[in-house]
């Protein structure tokens, strides 16, 4: 099981930024994806999952309104794209399924 994720991010405050989680090694929609972020200094946060089967999502109250997670069931890959961004969502983002987590791009924002 492998879960590669896209590279590191800086962004503006207001801007929108999509991480990719491209998944291997396992059968993609049997499996739920969740999404999880550490900011610095912080603790792990839960964001929400996506079961890929059915494109079904689930997200953590804080996040409602401003994230979407997605899922390509022909290239195995995740996605999780957070809008109206502000300094608060600097962290590392992680996606995560049975097996190990991918390995967590940094996103930045900051004018």
């Known amino acids: 099981v492998q879960l590669v994720q896209s590279g590191a991010e800086l962004r503006n405050p207001g801007a929108s930024v999509k991480v990719s989680c491209k998944a291997s090694?396992?059968?993609?929609?049997?499996?739920?994806i969740d999404w999880v972020r550490q900011a610095p200094g912080q603790g792990l946060e839960w964001m929400g999952r996506i079961d890929p089967e059915d494109g079904g999502t689930k997200y953590a109250q804080k996040f409602q309104g401003r994230v979407t997670f997605t899922a390509d069931t022909s290239t195995s890959t995740a996605y999780v794209e957070l809008s109206s961004l502000r300094s608060e969502d600097t962290a590392v983002y992680y996606c995560?399924?049975?097996?190990?987590w991918g390995q967590g791009p940094q996103v930045t924002v900051s004018s």
């Open positions: 995560a399924t049975v097996g190990p």
């Open positions: 090694g396992y059968t993609f929609i049997n499996y739920y």
